[in-house]
């Protein structure tokens, strides 16, 4: 069992990076639908999907030193992070409940409309 933690803590950049490249194609993808069309429940899942990113750029950064021994940030800037993190980690929460409370309305609306 210690050896399959072991595994996943060595590979979890790894995982945060791929997290990261997925999220941000989805945004991009999201951010150009935006520009062609305004719609609150896009603009909410670009919004979600950018903080998320964000947080998850931050831990991809404190997992590189923690797993790899690769130091990219000083102690201070660290420290600056993690309580963006706090913050930030209950907005997105949020953010993502209200797109799919949003989201869901809007197929029940449409589904009664048939």
Not at 4 to 20: E, R, S, T, V
Not at 42 to 58: E, P
Request: proline fraction near 3%.
């Amino acid at each position: 069992m210690s050896r399959l933690i072991a595994l996943a803590d060595l590979i979890k950049p790894l995982l945060n990076a791929i997290h990261i490249v997925i999220m941000l194609g989805l945004s991009a993808i999201a951010i150009y639908s935006l520009t062609q069309r305004r719609n609150l429940i896009l603009t909410l899942f670009t919004a979600g999907a950018l903080l998320g990113v964000s947080i998850t750029t931050i831990w991809f950064v404190f997992s590189l030193q923690s797993e790899w021994n690769i130091v990219l940030a000083s102690p201070g800037t660290r420290q600056v992070a993690y309580l963006f993190i706090q913050f930030a980690y209950p907005l997105e929460i949020v953010l993502w409940a209200v797109t799919f409370i949003l989201l869901i309305n809007e197929n029940l609306r449409s589904l009664s409309k048939l």
